[in-house]
T-cell receptor, first 115, second 112 residues
């Protein structure tokens, strides 16, 4: 079974600075998806970014980018120019491509933005 | 946004009573999921469905059952609620490629 580990329960960053959230995972599969989801206080789950394992290029979405290290099974999220609206819980998640449609989540990192 | 609705939004019940949570989708997606969210545990999969009447267990399925008699509805039942089932419950649906998972707004369940 796949596992996802987020070792930072809480992080904080000064507004306009850059912060990196860590995620590692364990799998024996070669093809899969990795995701970062954001959960603000509203409880809504918002997809931030997705990485396909067969793509070597790191995914980016505006101020959000990932550092995907397949051999190390590492998938960190970098948030540049942090804004107050970035304050939220962030979850890393793993999804198999074949034979298992379940999405496995990490335990989350609570990000605080300091004005 | 994907059409996915959870009901009720909030529920308070007593230990030992049955509870049913409903997830309704208008996207005609094949896959539907029930997760529970607890502090320090993230989201954990309870049950999921890959078609009408096709369901399977997740990692925390004990004490829960599900049913899917129509594509659009996925019901989660707590046969006899316990305090350990106090949690926020999320329903999710997956579009065909599996590249996205769309979430409902969650149900806060309190078992007293």
């Amino acid at each position: 079974a796949q596992t996802v580990t987020q070792s930072q329960p809480e992080m904080s960053v000064q507004e306009a600075e850059t912060v990196t959230l860590s995620c590692t995972y364990d799998t024996s599969e070669s093809d899969y998806y990795l995701f970062w989801y954001k959960q603000p206080p509203s409880r809504q789950m918002i997809l931030v970014i997705r990485q396909e394992a067969y793509k070597q290029q790191n995914a980016t979405e505006n101020r959000f980018s990932v550092n995907f290290q397949k051999a190390a099974k590492s998938f960190s999220l970098k948030i540049s120019d942090s804004q107050l609206g970035d304050a939220a819980m962030y979850f890393c998640a793993y999804r198999s491509l074949f034979g298992n449609e379940k999405l496995t989540f990490g335990t989350g990192t609570r990000l605080t933005i300091i004005p | 946004d994907a059409g996915i609705t959870q009901s009720p939004r909030h529920k308070v019940t007593e230990t030992g009573t049955p509870v049913t949570l409903r997830c309704h989708q208008t996207e005609n997606h094949r896959y539907m999921y029930w997760y529970r969210q607890d502090p320090g545990h993230g989201l954990r999969l309870i049950h999921y469905s890959y078609g009408v009447k096709d369901t399977d267990k997740g990692e925390v399925s004990d004490g829960y059952s599900v049913s899917r008699s129509k594509t659009e509805d996925f019901l989660l039942t707590l046969e006899s609620a316990t305090s350990s089932q106090t949690s926020v419950y999320f329903c999710a649906i997956s579009e065909p490629t599996g590249k996205k998972l769309f979430f409902g707004s969650g149900t806060q369940l309190s078992v007293l």
